[in-house]
Structures are given as C-alpha cells and as structure tokens.
C-alpha cells in the first residue's frame, strides 16, 4: 500500500495530513483547486520527489484528477469549504462544494483502485447535542448548519459505499482544528480585526460559546493513528470523534489573542445574532465531543484546548507577520 491521494491537501489540515504520510514513505497525489488551499502549505515538502500537485476542481468530474485514482489505493477526502457561517448565508455553495465533491470523489473511488478513504467529518453534524461530552452513537442527529447537514450526507455516501461496493471508510468527526496555517476560524478573526482597531475587538454571539478545540498535530497524529487501527480491525467502516478533554470560552480566545498580542484595555463589543447569543444562524454554542473511543485504543491529545488556542494564536501572529 503506498500510494495515497489527499484531497484538499493544498490546505490547512490536509498540508499536515500530506508531511505526515510522505514522512511514513508513501507517494502522495495532492487534487485540490487551490481556492483557499496554497503551495506555500507544503513548502515543507514541495521538493519531495514523492508528493505531485494536481490543481483540480472536484466539482467537475474529468480526467485530470479522476485518472489518479486508478492507481491509488487510498484516499484521505479532505477538500470541502470549512466555513460553518457561509452555509447560512448562501447553501447551495456548500451542497456543491462538500456534498458534489464527496459525491465524484466516492464515484472516482469506486471506478478506480481505491480500497480505503478517510472523510474529514465535523462535530456539527451533532447539533445542538443534549449529551455532552457527545459520544459517536448520539441521537438523533439533527445537524443546525447547512454545513453540518452536508457533512453528514457525506458520511452516509461513505457508509453506503462501503457497504454496497467494498470501499471501506474511516470517518473522523473533528472538534474545531486550530495551529499554523488556519485562516479560518474564531482566533484568526479576532487577530485581524485586533490589526485593524486594537482598541475594540468586535465579538460575534455574546461570548459564552463553549468549545472544544484540537491542536492540528494532534489531529494529525490521532487520525493516521486511527488509519493504521482501522487497517487492522477489518472493519466496513468505522466513525470516531477526535477533539479535547476540554472546552474554551469565545470570551476567553478574546482574553488569549489580546494578550498574546501584547494588547491592554481592549473593548470587547459583542454581537449576539441569535436571541440566545449565537455567533450567527446555525452556529452550535456549546460542543465538547466524547473522545473515550478513540484513547481507549491509546489515542491521547497532547494539548488541551487553552493551549492549542495561546499556541495557534503565537503562531498565526508570526505567520501574519512575515505575510
Ligand atoms: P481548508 O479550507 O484549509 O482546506 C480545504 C482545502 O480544500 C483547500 O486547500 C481548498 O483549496 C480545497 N478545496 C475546496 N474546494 C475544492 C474543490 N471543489 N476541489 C478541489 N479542492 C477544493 O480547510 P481545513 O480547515 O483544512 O478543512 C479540511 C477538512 O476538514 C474539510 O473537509 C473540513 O470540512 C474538515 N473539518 C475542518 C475542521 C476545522 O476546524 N478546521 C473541523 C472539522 C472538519
């Protein structure tokens, strides 16, 4: 087994996905359409004579990517847009970039050589949980993001590939993955608007937002960790959580990045969107995921998430900084 495809691996937690299999020995196809994905995430790596970039758009079915999985035994299926908030605002984007796209992706597998794929899954499609921490076999599942909704059909493609047509499939459901190379999300938000006004920090919902966040490495090292266990057990396919022990507040990720920016007396002007303080429509307010699944087969985070926040936001100031 040695050639991988990583979709989406021109972006944030698919670049780490990529030096982590090159580092195992494997030969890795990169397909993404470089929309918020850049070559400058695999600088680590972009001279290894086994990684070849293939710039292509999921959405549409054609040979310049579909040919690469008739030689490829594995997919990690990692390209999606990420953006919880712009599947309020405009669905239809994300059905046709994480929905369409998992869709050809699975077809491309079927019609190809792929054995195995492993689908970056998300915390949303559990809603606004009763049960928290969230285990995997929570129900019912009524995701409140259009994203949540689409990542949860994707894995409902992947189980029944898997079990019409033998294509068997691991399925991590992320708590928020944050570190070096994110420019999405709460932390990289709060520092752009603290560049522009350090003196008022405009802070969507009202702050009570409760999560829990995973630091990429550790996401990384827990997912391939996950891909060799589930390599041994045999099993169709497979879901597992990967997130923290712990949960964060918004309010305190305010707290961190204005420190870390060496900022003081910093307004913080929140902005509930929701009557119940959310920071828009479909946004989940308070998320921790049970994660007892995967440490009881010796998967541990080695961050919490307070210091995978103070951590990312160092290393986001630095690489704003250089850019
Ligand atoms: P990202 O935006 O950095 O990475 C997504 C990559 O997919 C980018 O390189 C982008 O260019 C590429 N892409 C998007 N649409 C494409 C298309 N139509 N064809 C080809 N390539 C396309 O986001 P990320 O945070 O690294 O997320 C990676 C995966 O993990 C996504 O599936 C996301 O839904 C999932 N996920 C992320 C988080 C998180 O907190 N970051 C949490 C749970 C799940």
């Not at 470089?34 to 400058?40: K, L």
């Not at 758009?57 to 579909?66: H, Q, S, V, Y």
């Not at 019912?140 to 994203?147: F, K």
């Not at 630091?215 to 990967?242: H, Q, W």
């Amino acid at each position: 087994m040695s050639k991988a495809i990583v979709t989406g691996g021109a972006g944030f937690i698919g670049s780490y996905i990529v030096e982590e299999l090159l580092s195992k020995g494997y030969e890795v196809i990169v397909i993404d359409n470089m929309s918020s994905g850049s070559r400058e995430n695999l600088r680590r790596v972009i001279d290894n004579p086994k990684l070849r970039i293939v710039k292509a758009d999921l959405k549409e079915p054609n040979n310049t990517w579909i040919d690469e999985f008739k030689s490829a035994e594995i997919v990690f299926h990692y390209a999606a847009n990420p953006e919880v908030r712009v599947s309020s605002i405009n669905p239809r984007i994300h059905f046709n970039e994480n929905l369409l796209t998992t869709f050809n992706v699975l077809e491309a597998s079927r019609q190809g050589s792929v054995k195995y794929i492993v689908f970056a899954s998300t915390s949303t499609i559990y809603g606004d949980a009763r049960k928290l921490p969230t285990p995997e076999d929570y129900y019912p599942l009524e995701p409140i993001s259009v994203y949540g909704s689409v990542k949860l059909a994707s894995e409902y493609l992947h189980i029944t590939y898997s079990k019409l047509y033998g294509l068997k499939s691991l399925i991590i459901r992320y708590a928020n993955v944050i570190g070096p190379r994110s420019r999405h999300g709460v932390i990289y938000d709060f520092i752009l608007k603290l560049k522009k006004n350090p003196r008022r920090l405009e802070i969507l919902g009202d702050g009570t937002q409760r999560k829990s966040y995973i630091y990429v490495t550790d996401a990384v090292n827990g997912t391939l960790f996950l891909f060799e266990k589930f390599l041994e057990r045999g099993k169709d396919y497979e879901i597992y959580n990967i997130g923290n022990t712990d949960w964060v507040t918004v309010r305190e990720i305010a707290d961190i990045v204005v420190e870390e920016m060496g900022l003081e007396n910093v307004e913080y002007a929140y902005k509930p969107m929701t009557s119940d303080g959310r920071g828009w429509p479909g946004d989940v307010k308070i998320m921790l995921l049970d994660i007892s699944k995967a440490r009881s087969l010796g998967w541990e985070p080695s961050l919490s998430s307070k210091e995978a926040v103070r951590l990312t936001a160092r290393a986001l100031l630095k690489e704003l900084g250089r850019e």
